[in-house]
């Protein structure tokens, strides 16, 4: 099924380091906002590096995200993809990265996950001119990372 992004970049003159992940999941999409399913620990890891409550509403996670310098968006715009599944995706659109760094002051991005990072290298490292740093998937798929493993490895963030 050919789907698009619907919701835009998190960012502000502020943030320094954009997280990117591939596309938005069917509960994402259902909720209009990054990382909606339910057992995605995105928002948890964030909380827990950044010494804040785990948000609940749209409007917390964006508070979260822009008063610690961070920005979240995905690499692709627009592809097919049978569910949520990532190992499903074909003819991707990919968004404009090169364009949100050239209007921030972003220096490092980082992948949610393998797949995220290896998409970001096939359309978007070229225009961009800026290596990815791979983190662990904070997807439910991801079960070899505990919540704890995972923090651990997202505390780079902090650097």
Known sequence: MRVTH??????NSNSRL??????PSVKSRE???????????????????TKEEVPVSIEGKKGMLLKHGIAIWDVIFSC????SSDSSIKNVVPNDV????????ITKI?????????????????????????LPST????????LERLIERWEILKT
């Open 6 to 11: 619907t919701f835009e970049p998190v960012y």
């Open 18 to 23: 954009l997280i990117l992940g591939t596309f």
């Open 31 to 49: 909720n209009d906002f990054y990382y909606g399913h339910p057992q995605n620990r995105f928002w948890k890891v964030l909380a827990a590096i």
């Open 80 to 83: 097919d993809i049978e569910g």
């Open 98 to 105: 090169a364009g949100l760094l050239g209007k921030t002051n």
């Open 110 to 134: 980082y992948g949610n996950g393998e797949t995220a990072c290896r998409l970001y290298d096939k359309f978007c490292r070229e225009k961009t001119g800026a290596e990815i740093i791979k």
């Open 139 to 146: 997807s439910p798929a991801n079960a070899a990372f505990s």
